[in-house]
């Protein structure tokens, strides 16, 4: 009976049985209805191991949210650079403040590493996008303007460049030669809400790349500036 409800030779139903031959899923599925039985329960084989999350090396570390992280882990990575950095936000505000985060800029120019900011233009349209989307409004062209005058010791440094740009950020990237911070744009939260990967770049990956072209874009499309105050607006 269970043969002709399955639509299969009985030979195979008593391999089943005697043999303990474990059949295919779609017989299998078949016959456990018409027995009224799990199918898993009849032939556990069948019960498909949930497969192992698949993580990237490229990812050194997952962070809920920026606050998670002191501003020592932005220093100590920057501290690391010997070719590059590179700091790609809006405002950046809250390092600008940090004493030992000028200290390592100040030390890494003397050492002749290039160093690049790129900041939000504060007459851009995606300055005024994105302090609507944070609830700020223009509070956050403020903070840029507060920022650019906290980084005002660094104009003039060896190897350090500044650039405003009107783009589109969905992270904000802090780059020091192979490894990076990425701390994501959530809408409606401000970015110390938002997640940050730690990310480094390995032989064969892809992920670490794609961000480090986004600088790259973002970087030949921005302005430079040579003055906390040169903020005369994005060139057409």
Avoid: C
């Amino acid at each position: 009976m269970l043969a002709n409800a399955v639509g299969i030779d009985p030979k195979s139903v008593e391999r089943w049985v005697n043999l303990d031959r474990t059949p295919r899923r779609t017989a299998a599925t078949v016959a456990a209805d018409a027995l009224g039985e799990s199918v898993h329960v009849l032939w556990p084989a069948l019960r498909q191991a949930r497969p192992a999350p698949v993580v990237s090396p490229e990812l050194v570390a997952f962070y809920e949210r920026r606050s998670d992280l002191p501003v020592s882990a932005f220093v100590d990575l920057m501290m690391q650079a010997k070719e590059r950095i590179d700091v790609l936000v809006y405002s950046g505000f809250w390092l600008t403040e940090d004493a030992a985060f000028h200290q390592v800029v100040k030390e890494k120019s003397a050492g002749g590493v290039p160093i690049r900011f790129l900041m939000g233009d504060p007459a851009s349209d995606a300055v005024a996008v994105r302090g609507a989307d944070e609830g700020i409004g223009p509070a956050l062209a403020g903070k840029i303007q507060n920022a650019l005058i906290n980084y005002a010791p660094f104009f003039g440094l060896p190897g350090v460049e500044f650039r405003l740009h009107g783009a589109t950020l969905y992270n904000s990237i802090y780059r020091a030669d192979d490894e990076m911070l990425a701390n994501g744009h959530l809408y409606g939260v401000g970015a110390f809400m938002a997640p940050v990967l730690h990310l480094q770049r390995v032989p064969g990956g892809g992920m670490f790349d794609s961000y480090a072209e986004s600088i790259e874009r973002v970087w030949e499309s921005a302005r430079p500036i040579s003055s906390p105050t040169d903020l005369g607006g994005l060139q057409a």
